[in-house]
Structure formats: C-alpha cells, structure tokens
C-alpha cells in the first residue's frame, strides 16, 4: 500500500477525533497533580451516587454517594457540583451516576470512561441543574454585579436592563477585584448602577465567539452579586494570520498512535487545538538527504522535531 496513503489515513482519522471529541460527555478541567482521579458532577438531585469499577469489579448498585463540592471558585455547590475522588493508585475508572432510586445517567448507554489521572468535570444529561446565574449575595445598596469565570482574555457582557440590548458585542468587562473570585483564575466583573434590578445577558470573546446559556440567555432577577461559570472555554483559534497556520499544533512524535487518539478525544479536541504532528511509519518512510554509504535515511535521520 502506497505509505502516503497510509499516513494520510491516519491523520484524516486524528483530525476527525479532535473535530468530534467536543461533543464528549467527560471533559479533563485540570491535569493531574499526584493526587489522583477526581470527578465533579453537576446534577438537579439532591443526592447523587457514583457506581464505578476501576478494573477489579463494579461497586454494589447504586455505589457510592457524592459529597457536595467545596470548590466555590471553580465547582460551586450552588450551581449543582458534587465530587468524589479516587486514590493515586487508580489508573483507569468506569463509571455511570443515579439518584438512588433508579434513575440513570450513564452517557447514553455508553458509560463514562477515563484514563488520565486528573480533575474531571461532566454535567448530568437527564437532570436540570440548577439555575446557570447564581446569587451569591443580596443587595447592598450598589446595585447589580456580574461575576463571570472564563478562559478568554477579554471578555465581554451584551445585555438587556428592560428596555434595550447594548450595541454588540456589549461592553467590555475589568478582571474581578474581589478576592473570593480571583482573576488568577479567570474572573471577569461588571458593575451596573444601584437602579437595576433585573437583567437578561449574554457574554461573547469580542470576535464572534459567545456564550448565551445554550442559547436561554442568562437573567439576573434582583440586585446584588451574581455569577456565572462560562459553558465556552475552548481555546479558540486567532484570526488575521497570515501564509500559514492558523492555530495550535501538539507535538507528539515518538507516541503510540492508540494513545494519540486517547490524547485528541480526552483533551486536544475539546481544548480547540487544531492538530497534532506524529511519526509516519519509520519502517518504510525513507528520505534521500544525507545519504550515508549510498543508503537511504531513516525519515528521522537528518530531521529534528
């Protein structure tokens, strides 16, 4: 088989992971520091249970009750987050939540599957979390703040206080002073007068990228101090580039090309990265630079990634 071919074959299959893996039910939010898996569920009920196997058998129907997130910034109980952590030994988990009483939420019958140790984060199919906007503390007289937690640099609030929307893409919002939601982390506020006391808004990145709350729009129903943790966080690609690529490309030569698909689907594709550069099949790619004693190089001989 012509090896061009081959090699174009399985980047077309790699591309198509990154391009598919969005849609992905389980999503790594933060690499692992040592300390093992540690999963967050957002979900409507009161108390969820995780069942799981980590190889050595599935945990007794419905498993193990989830402990309501203590993580305010990132995974805050007020919009429905829970966690249960898994120790370091663990190396691969399986896994489905219920409510205890016989409802499901197990991926579409596909179940929840992961392989890297880290912090993972999945937002339940089956159950309405509560609501997106989150008062966190009524009114004092200064009116209406919108706390908002983003990957973009520049956000920017497009909002309406009643009577009119704001000229798109809305005004642009400052990096939170307020230490309990800490820019070092990726908080945005905007403050509006003491006079507004309801508010409909949507965010976008300034270029065309926005979050509306899956297109319901966030709504802020009183004065006081509001949050709102971005549902779009992709690393989005730059634009104005020119004679070249546009976006990020991952190295990794040198891996399996079973864990370079592991790779796209857990975390390049869902983080926006446009494309990975990986070994063609060294066996029979040969290169004609350099040859030593009349024999062909190795395609790796005299290139240097």
């Known amino acids: 088989m012509d090896q061009a071919i081959s090699i174009k074959g399985v980047i077309t299959i790699l591309m198509a992971l990154l391009l598919t893996s969005a849609v992905d039910a389980q999503t790594l939010a933060k690499t692992s520091d040592g300390t093992g898996f540690h999963v967050f569920f957002r979900t409507g009920w009161a108390t969820p249970y995780i069942h799981f196997n980590t190889g050595s058998g599935w945990t007794t129907s419905p498993g193990y009750a989830m402990t309501k997130s203590k993580d305010s910034t990132n995974f805050p109980a007020a919009l429905g987050w829970f966690r249960y952590d898994f120790p370091a030994s663990t190396t691969s988990l399986e896994f489905v939540f219920n409510n205890g009483n016989g409802i499901w939420d197990n991926n579409g019958n596909a179940n929840y599957k992961i392989t890297v140790a880290g912090t993972w984060q999945m937002t339940s199919s089956v159950s309405t979390p509560p609501s997106a906007t989150i008062l966190t503390a009524a009114s004092d007289g200064t009116g209406l703040q919108v706390f908002f937690q983003t990957g973009w640099t520049a956000p920017y609030i497009h909002y309406s206080g009643g009577s009119a929307w704001t000229s798109s893409p809305g005004k642009l919002m400052t990096a939170s002073t307020d230490s ?18 309801s508010l409909e808004f949507v ?9 509306n709350n899956n297109n319901a729009n966030y709504k802020a129903t009183s004065s006081g101090r509001w949050i709102v943790m971005s549902t779009n966080n992709a690393v989005n690609q730059p634009s104005g580039m020119k004679g070249g690529q546009k976006g990020a490309i991952v190295d990794l030569f040198g ?25 063609p099949p060294q066996e029979s790619v040969l290169t004609d630079a350099w040859p030593q004693s009349g024999q062909r190089n190795p395609w790796y001989f005299v290139y240097q990634p």
């Open 203 to 211: 965010f976008n990145n300034g270029n065309g990228i926005w979050d």
């Open 180 to 197: 309990t939601y800490p820019a070092s982390v990726g908080w945005f506020q905007y403050d509006l007068g003491s006079s507004q006391t």
């Open 255 to 279: 891996w399996p090309y079973d864990d370079i698909a592991q790779e796209c689907s857990d975390f390049l594709g869902k983080a926006g990265y446009m494309g990975v550069k990986i070994n």
